[in-house]
C-alpha cells in the first residue's frame, strides 16, 4: 500500500483544477470563434463532435453561462487548493505564497496559455470539446434555467441584434480567403463587384439627359428612322413638347415595321410605347430583376422633381458587373497607349502625377482632383459630353473626351502640341 499524504491529493487537486480552468477556457474560445457556416459544414461532413457543436451553437447564452461556471469552479477550487496547501506548509505567509503563485500558474496554464491555443487550432478543438461541455452544459441545467429566467424578466430579446452575418463580414471573409490562396484575385474582384452591385444607384450608371438623344412625338417617321439611321440606338426616348417632358420609348423595330408597311403618314406618338420610369436613386439590382419582369431593356429615369434625368439601359447595369471584372482581366490593356507621335489614348483613372513623371508632362495639378478625368472636369467646370476638349494651355496640351460611361469619362485623348517634345513612350 502507498500511502499518499494529504497534501500530495491536494497538490494533484490543484493541478486538476488548473486543467479544467484550461479545458473551459480553451473551449470558450474555439466555441465562440467557430462560425455557424463552418459548424454547418463540419455537420454536413458527418464529423464527430459535429452534432453536439451544432447543438451549442444554436445558443450562445448557454454556451457562455456553462463555461463561465465551469472555469469559475476550477478557478475557485484552484485558488483554495493552493491556500490550503501554503498555509500547510509555510503557515500565515503561506496565503501571500498561495496568491501570487495561483495567479501566475492560472494566468498562464488556465488562461492565456489555453485560450492562444485554442485560438489556432479553433475547429479540431470545437469538434473535441462539444460533447464535454454539453453534457456539462445538462448537469448544471438547474442554474441555466434560473439564469433563462433572470433574462427574460429584464427582456433580454434574443435574437433582435442577431444578424448572423453582414456584407462587412463577407468581405472579410472574402480578404482573408486570398491572403490564404483560397479565393483568387480576380475571384475576390467578382465578388466584390457582386456585392457592390446592389449599392449602386441608377444614378450611378444611367446615361445623363445631356448624352441622350431624344425624338418629339410630333416627328415624322422618316425623321424617326434618319435618326436611328444616324446615330445606330435601337431605342430612343420620345418627348413631348419639351425635353424634360418623356412620355415614351420608341423602338427602331416599330420604325422599321411601320417603314416597311409603307405607313409614312403614322405619327411617333402612336408607335411609342409606355416605359419604366424610375427615381435616380433606385437601386439597380432593384431595377434589373423588374426590367426582367417587365421584359425591357431601357428605363427613363426621373429626377426628385420628376423632370427627365436620364436613361438607363440593362446593358448599363450588366456593365457594372462585368464591366469591372472585364477589367480585372484586361489588365494588359495599358493607361496610356500612345497613338503617334504626341498623341495618347488614356484611361481616365490615370493619375496625372503618374502621367506627368512617364511622359515627362508638366500637366497641372491640384488638390481638387488626382485624375485625368479629374483634371477634364475641373477645367471644362461640368461633365463634358464625348468629344468635348479641355485645352491645357500652360501645358501645350489638349484633352479630348473619347468615351463617357454615365457621368464618367472612361477614355481621353492627349494631344500634345508644345514645342516641348515629350519624352518616354508610356
Ligand atoms: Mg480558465
Redesign the pocket.
Known sequence: MVVVDLVTIEIILFFICLLL??F??SSEVALISITRAKVHALLSQGRKGAEALDILKRSTDTVLITILIG?NI??IAAASLATAIAIGIYGDVGIGIATGVTVIL?LIF??IG?KMYASRHIEELALRVSRPILYFSKAIYPVLWISDHIKQQFAFRPGVAEQVVTEEEIKEWIDVGEEEGTIEEQEREMLYSVLRFGDTTVREVMTPRVDVIMIGDTSTLENALSIFNETGFSRIPVYHEQIDNVIGLLNVKDIFAAAFRQQMDVTIKELMYEPCFVPESKKIDELLKELQVKKQHMAVVLDEYGSFAGIVTVEDMLEELVGEIMDEFDEEEPEVQQIEEGVYLVDARAWVGHLNKNLNLDLPLTDSYETLGGLVIDRLGYIPRRGEVAKIEESNIELIVMQMRGRRIVKVKMITTGEDEPGGSG
Do not use: R, V
Request: aromatic share 10%.
Open positions: 480552468s484550461g473551459f477556457s472555469n476550477a478557478n492560472m488556465g488562461e489555453p
